[in-house]
């Protein structure tokens, strides 16, 4: 990759969100500066029983019609396709832009999930799969649902890296739009809580929290508490958006994506690494750690990763002033697939009101 395209800022455009005790970017942003916790016990009918969490309501709800589905292929859907087609809607009309214009334009869609608990939910009620089964249940769809509903011919694809799936994601479209095989780029990440199973394998290995609460950075951290919720963004290189007259959110000059390799354990962080991707982001950027007043954590509350998290960053940006540092995590859970998103609005929402919230 050449030097102009590493260095080709990235514009945040379009904003769209919905979290727990938050439909949209702006309650979202009262939920932050109030300081509350979204956290509470499972809606009623979802079989989760009194499990903690930070809960959408009525994940349910879908207007088949309005995206010209129909009710039979609606009801095969997972309910995480049906919330990124409405997010990457709404991100779309946040930003200005008609959806039908965008047919036929190389915009490109980048989703991120981990869990199929839908899917799950199928097996374990003994649904029999039907015609619509094979695209409803299928992951790797969502983001293709999107590109399909739109018309949209550039890239298409589902990112599972884990817990930083949709910050990969956001990576990989910065980066389609810096080799310039796309024009625009829409990114979303959701994460539904729809089946007991995952729970349970996130329970079994130890991850979760007694107390349901991510106290991150904080002597009680014993785990983390699920979240559930979906955000999107719209992203376009920063000069053609200022050229075509788009409201600017924030702009991303630069990001960097590493593995640990053979650290501790297969989940356990490395420290080396983190810092090593510190590090590249900022080459890439073109910026210094002098240049960082905030940093949104990956802050999971648990007492294996955040220690390794404070090192990194001490290590890669220096200790020898106040830092600031917060994660969204204390306010509605850890979201999963949509995690790395969902910090990266609460940081681009900052950057907007110029104010760093509570958490």
């Not at 292929?73 to 990457?88: F, K, N, W």
């Not at 779309?92 to 991120?112: D, Q």
């Not at 719209?234 to 600017?248: E, F, Q």
């Not at 090593?276 to 910026?287: F, K, L, S």
């Amino acid at each position: 990759m050449s030097d102009s395209h590493t260095s080709t800022p990235i514009a945040v455009i379009g904003l769209a969100c919905r979290l727990p005790g938050a439909a949209d970017p702006d309650s979202f942003w009262r939920l932050l500066t109030e300081g509350r916790d979204a956290v509470g016990t499972a809606p009623a009918g979802r079989g989760l029983g009194e499990a903690r969490g930070a809960y959408l309501d009525e994940v349910d709800r879908f207007d088949a019609a309005f995206f010209g589905i129909s009710p039979k292929e609606a009801a095969a859907m997972d309910p995480q396709q049906r919330l990124l087609l409405e997010l990457g809607w709404e991100a779309l009309e946040e930003a200005g832009i008609v959806p039908a214009s965008l047919a036929g334009s190389r915009t490109a869609v980048f989703a991120a999930a981990l869990w199929d608990d839908y899917a799950t939910l199928h097996h374990l009620r003994g649904v029999q799969p039907g015609r619509h089964a094979m695209t409803g249940l299928n992951r790797g769809v969502l983001a293709n649902r999107l590109s399909y509903v739109l018309g949209l011919t550039g890239p298409s694809l589902t990112v599972d890296a884990a817990q930083s799936s949709s910050l990969v994601a956001v990576h990989l479209a910065s980066e389609s739009l810096r080799r310039g095989e796309s024009d625009l780029a829409l990114v979303g990440g959701v994460n539904l809580i729809l089946s007991p199973d995952s729970g349970a394998r996130s329970a079994g290995f130890g991850a979760l929290s007694p107390d349901g609460r991510c106290f991150t950075f904080d002597a009680r951290a014993n785990g983390y508490v699920r979240g559930e919720g979906g955000v999107a963004v719209l992203l376009k290189p920063l000069d053609r958006a200022l050229a075509d007259g788009d409201r600017v959110h924030a702009v991303l000059l630069g990001g960097a994506v590493n593995n640990d390799g053979a650290s501790d354990g297969l989940t356990v962080p490395g420290r080396a690494a983190q810092e090593a991707v510190i590090r590249a982001a900022h080459a890439r950027a073109g910026t210094t750690p002098e240049d960082v007043g905030y940093v949104e954590l990956h802050g999971t509350g648990t007492p294996v990763g955040d220690p390794v998290e404070a090192a990194a960053l001490g290590a890669a940006l220096g200790s020898a002033r106040p830092l600031l540092v917060g994660s969204v995590k204390t306010n509605v859970g850890h979201l999963e697939g949509a995690a790395g998103l969902t910090g990266l609005l609460k940081t681009v929402l900052a950057v907007r009101h110029r104010r760093v919230p509570r958490g």
